[in-house]
């Protein structure tokens, strides 16, 4: 649940207008948008991680956010374009919108959630 929390803090409470607008933009400006809304993302989980898993959890998510992955996933999976946040014409834009959300935090959950388990060497 803690993991959650933050997740929510660093994506949606701590990221403002100009990464959220920025981050997916090519070139410095887009780079730079994406690594401080990456570092923002990651600092809280300084509060129950070690700087290792708060390393790979930035990186995780950059990897996500700036390379447009969901959206690439979602056209594999769905055998359509990048068009429509990877949804079919078919699908309104508002649910496919949301349901690209939706799967954004699915995979950022899990990614956070593999590096935070016990299991894992980074301790």
């Known amino acids: 649940m803690t993991q959650l929390i933050l997740h929510l803090i660093g994506d949606y409470l701590i990221q403002n207008d100009w990464m959220a607008l920025n981050k997916k ?31 790979f959890i930035y990186v995780g ?5 700036r390379w447009n992955f969901v959206t690439w996933f979602l ?22 919108f949301w349901l690209n959300v939706i799967t954004d935090n699915s995979f950022h959950l899990i990614i956070n ?5 016990d299991t894992l060497i980074l301790k």
């Open 25 to 55: 933009r090519t070139g410095i400006k887009g780079m730079l948008a994406c690594q401080v809304h990456c570092i923002t993302y990651a600092v809280p989980f300084l509060l129950i991680a070690n700087i290792w898993q708060v390393f």
């Open 61 to 65: 998510h950059y990897m996500i956010d």
């Open 75 to 96: 056209s594999k999976r769905n055998s359509c374009g990048m068009d429509n946040f990877g949804y079919g014409g078919n699908r309104p834009s508002f649910i496919a």
């Open 113 to 117: 959630s593999a590096i935070l388990a």
